[in-house]
T-cell receptor, first 112, second 117 residues
Framework: GDSVTQMEGPVTLSEEAFLTINCTYT??????LFWYVQYPGEGLQLLLKATKADDKGSNKGFEATYRKETTSFHLEKGSVQVSDSAVYFCAYLFGATNKLIFGTGTLLAVQP | GAVVSQHPSRVICKSGTSVKIECRSL??????MFWYRQFPKQSLMLMATSNEGSKATYEQGVEKDKFLINHASLTLSTLTVTSAHPEDSSFYIC?????????????FGPGTRLTVL
């Protein structure tokens, strides 16, 4: 069935390291794809999105490219900061119902 | 982006009482809102879809009589946890759907931490 698979965390990096969080999806058609970020004790914030194949979403130094051929939407950042420490959720929009299908979330811990 | 607020941010109540959580879209109208529940260190679990002016659609396994949802206006949806018990303690998050030409996007509220004693 429809699902999103994220790499398991926690991911622990030193400040200024390169970040990749893998995300793949199983869905019919070509859904819109999202990355949300959740800081401790808070709700989710939309980080970036892509609506069609080869689209690149970007925000705050984060990027993700919609790869139809590999059904992936990996999140990357060239140089992480301590303030990026949070849980990152990959998701896609199930168009018929507008429901979001979430991955399990990946905890990122950035150490100074 | 669109701003969604929730009130209260935290609530502690006694077992057996009812608690109402409000979700508001502050700078846009939302015909569709969603209610989620999140357990510690887990992903979000969709509870129900709230549609303005009609009954909410509940996900399988969610008790509609226990989690009452009202979406009486285009900017407000409420979730009432009736006769709350300690197992209802959780983080409840709402989202509002924004329709754009490119795609529909859900914008989330900051969440409400419910603790039932």
């Amino acid at each position: 069935g429809d699902s999103v698979t994220q790499m398991e965390g926690p991911v622990t990096l030193s400040e200024e390291a390169f970040l990749t969080i893998n995300c793949t999806y199983t869905a019919t058609g070509y859904p819109s794809l999202f990355w949300y970020v959740q800081y401790p004790g808070e709700g989710l914030q939309l980080l970036l999105k892509a609506t069609k194949a080869d689209d690149k979403g970007s925000n705050k130094g984060f990027e993700a490219t919609y790869r139809k051929e590999t059904t992936s939407f990996h999140l990357e950042k060239g140089s992480v900061q301590v303030s990026d420490s949070a849980v990152y959720f990959c998701a896609y929009l199930f168009g018929a119902t507008n429901k979001l299908i979430f991955g399990t979330g990946t905890l990122l811990a950035v150490q100074p | 982006g669109a701003v969604v607020s929730q009130h209260p941010s935290r609530v502690i109540c006694k077992s057996g009482t009812s608690v109402k959580i409000e979700c508001r879209s502050l700078d846009f109208q939302a015909t569709t809102m969603f209610w989620y529940r999140q357990f510690p260190k887990q992903s979000l679990m969709l509870m129900a879809t709230s549609n303005e002016g009609s009954k909410a659609t509940y996900e399988q396994g969610v008790e509609k009589d226990k989690f009452l949802i009202n979406h009486a206006s285009l900017t407000l949806s409420t979730l009432t946890v009736t006769s709350a018990h300690p197992e209802d303690s959780s983080f409840y998050i709402c989202s509002a759907l924004v329709n754009t030409r490119l795609t529909d996007t859900q914008y989330f509220g900051p969440g409400t931490r419910l603790t039932v004693l």
